[in-house]
């Protein structure tokens, strides 16, 4: 939520920015704005709406642009509409500043200020805080963050320019992200390394409550006692080419065909000798002993990707495994101890309710194990364990290729425990893992299946609510494909367990509402095939998904959509790309912006 940059150096400052807000804007598109020094001092820009406006106004200024120093911001309004005036730059005094987070004891502030006279501009939490440090400057500007922080209550990742130090930026954060990198062009500072790769793909990331000097020659840390501190230097494996369309429309379309070099990379390394392996990761099975229950906890798809992780782990581990949405876990007591293994799922590692969900977990004293995409993010580093899925940047706001790896590794967790606890002989253990071993290549097989769907998206585009429906892993799939549905063709569309339909939702199926019955599992098949029979005598158009080697009477759908034989435990891996085309074609069909849906943002970094 909301993306920010800085950049202090050799090169002109507005077109690192505006670079770096291109690549960010999956993080917030409502406005955007940078603000960069000049011989006249800072310039301020800002505007409502996509970067591209922003691009258009700064390219009014010209050359009376040039500057070397600079921060920018793309938002995701949480507090005060969408308006310029909120937008980000905000300035104070001799404070200009760029926020990440929510300040949550602004009215408060706000009050204090009111009471000195002092009125805001917008109607920001962030302008209170660049009020508040500019409180608290008189010559020093570590020492004015560091008090300003005190004062502040929630979740920041701050970069800021005082007047009186023109080249230097200086961050701080709490809860939300920031890297930073020092090359022979300048100093880099981002919410995400997608905005900076171009320019280098060794980084940091700034820990928490210290605050960064950044000048154009280096980058210097300090602790809140004023200690310096060494930055652990990480490395990024992709380039900028892959956080670019590279020829697709949208970035989701091209991150659906990613999806079997992703499987690939996050399950080669994880078998050796044929069996699933966690050495490369340096997680030891010692994380496993001792468990007698298991709790994913995770927002949206990667929760979703945890329902089909409870599916497989049941099944074959025997061992009980809750899932709990991460907003729900962390109010509500949960119970978990130090038998009580915690797995979260993050594509970004940084969203608010995962990330205290994990701190909650902890404090209960459980084993936690993240499953995490991006390197080094806050739930990577502060979980006893992690695997991290090689999925590289994911850039649309609708998850595809995350969830496909998060899933893979669902599926390696499972062979591992099972293995583990000889609830399955290694014979099948080994089966299994070739199955999953096949996988990239099975899903490459699926992404040709295009032309048929957007077939079928025409027919639903018109529609005003849909149904998924599906038992066992074809239900917990459904989910996930009524998701991706609704997030951005803006339909509405709700995933039913199908024998659950007839209790009360079935009342909504009449003449040609549309039943996407995902029809894998074939020891559930009879029944499914039931209550296909069920919506479509009320008048539902149905479309089914299934596989070759499901035997079933095509008169029974409207449209029948085949995925090649597979053992059913593995459909879903087919079954998912399936459901993102159809979202993805029912968006595009539509004309909407699929990678950019309203009111969203791709990194949930506010509760
Ligand atoms: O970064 P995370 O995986 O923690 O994000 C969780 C959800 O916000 C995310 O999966 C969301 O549901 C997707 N936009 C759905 O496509």
């Given at each position: ?13 507005k ?24 011989e006249?001092?800072i ?23 040039k ?24 300035r ?45 400057y ?14 502040l ?21 709490n809860?939300?992200?920031?890297v930073?990198?020092?090359?022979d062009e300048g100093?880099?500072i ?17 820990p ?25 230097m ?21 991150e ?7 499987l ?10 044929g069996?699933?392996d ?7 099975d ?33 061992i ?30 940084e969203?608010?309710?995962t990330?205290?969900?994990l ?6 004293n459980?084993?936690?194990l ?5 390197k ?7 979980s ?22 998060q899933m ?16 399955v ?10 199955e ?16 048929a ?27 996930e ?23 009360g ?9 549309p039943?996407?019955a ?17 919506v479509?005598s ?15 009477n ?21 079954a ?27 990194s949930v970094?506010?509760?």
């Amino acid at each position: 939520m909301c993306g920010i940059v800085g950049f202090t150096g050799e090169i002109s400052a507005k077109d690192v920015l505006l670079h770096g807000l291109k690549a960010l804007e999956y993080r917030g598109y409502d406005s955007a704005g940078i603000a960069v020094e000049t011989e006249n001092g800072i310039k301020n820009i800002k505007t409502v709406g996509k970067v591209s406006n922003l691009v258009d106004k700064v390219n009014e200024y010209g050359d009376s642009l040039k500057a070397t120093t600079g921060i920018g911001h793309t938002r995701w309004a949480t507090h005060g509409g969408v308006t310029a005036e909120n937008a980000h730059p905000h300035r104070a005094g001799k404070v200009t500043l760029v926020h990440n987070g929510i300040i949550e004891n602004y009215q408060e502030l706000a009050a204090q200020f009111k009471e000195k006279g002092l009125e805001p501009v917008s109607e920001t939490d962030t302008e209170i805080a660049a009020m508040v440090i500019n409180d608290c400057y008189t010559d020093n500007p570590i020492e004015a963050v560091k008090a300003a922080v005190k004062r502040l209550k929630g979740a920041y990742a701050f970069c800021i320019i005082f007047d009186d130090y023109p080249e230097n930026i200086y961050a701080i954060r709490n809860g939300s992200p920031l890297v930073a990198t020092n090359t022979d062009e300048g100093s880099f500072i981002a919410s995400d390394m997608v905005a900076i790769v171009k320019y280098s793909k060794d980084y940091f990331v700034l820990p928490e409550h210290h605050i960064a000097t950044i000048t154009k020659d280096s980058i210097s840390i300090m602790d809140l006692k004023f200690r310096e501190v060494e930055p652990d230097m990480m490395h990024v494996s992709w380039d900028a080419t892959a956080a670019k369309k590279g020829g697709y429309e949208y970035f989701m379309l091209k991150e659906i065909h990613e999806q079997p070099e992703a499987l690939t990379n996050t399950i080669v390394p994880r078998i050796v000798g044929g069996l699933p392996d966690f050495s490369v990761d340096g997680v030891d099975d010692s994380i496993f002993e001792g468990i007698n229950n298991i709790t994913i906890t995770a927002c949206g798809t990667a929760m979703h990707a945890g329902l089909i992780g409870k599916t497989i782990i049941e099944k074959y581990v025997r061992i009980p495994v809750n899932v709990e949405i991460a907003s729900e876990y962390r109010y509500k007591n949960p119970i978990v101890d130090e038998h009580t293994l915690v797995i979260l799922v993050s594509q970004s590692g940084e969203t608010a309710d995962t990330l205290e969900a994990l701190r909650l977990s902890k404090a209960r004293n459980a084993k936690t194990l993240s499953i995490v995409n991006v390197k080094g993010s806050s739930i990577a580093r502060e979980s006893d364990y992690v695997l991290y899925t090689h999925a590289g940047p994911e850039i649309a706001v609708a998850s595809t290729k995350a969830y496909m790896v998060q899933m893979s590794v669902m599926y390696l967790i499972m062979l591992r425990l099972a293995l583990l606890k000889k609830t399955v002989d290694e014979a099948e253990v080994r089966r299994l893992t070739a199955e999953l071993i096949h996988v990239p290549d099975y899903v490459k097989t699926i992404l040709d299946s295009d032309k048929a769907i957007q077939k079928i998206s025409n027919k639903i585009i018109n529609a005003n609510s849909l149904f998924y429906i599906g038992r066992g892993l074809d239900y917990v799939l459904s989910c996930e494909g009524s998701l991706k549905l609704k997030e951005i063709t803006y339909i509405h569309s709700e995933a039913y367990a199908a024998g659950e339909l007839k209790h009360g939702t079935i009342s909504l199926i009449t003449d040609n509402v549309p039943v996407i019955a995902v029809a894998t599992q074939k020891d559930v098949l009879a029944k499914t095939v039931s209550n296909i029979v069920e919506v479509r005598s009320r008048g539902a158009f149905v479309i089914m998904i299934t596989t070759e080697d499901v035997d079933v009477n095509t008169s029974l759908c409207d449209h029948i959509l085949v995925l090649p034989k597979v053992d059913q435990d593995f459909a879903p891996f087919g079954a998912a790309v399936m459901l993102q085309y159809i979202a993805y074609y029912t968006s595009y069909a539509k004309g909407l912006n699929v990678d950019q849906p309203r009111n969203l943002a791709k990194s949930v970094t506010v509760e």
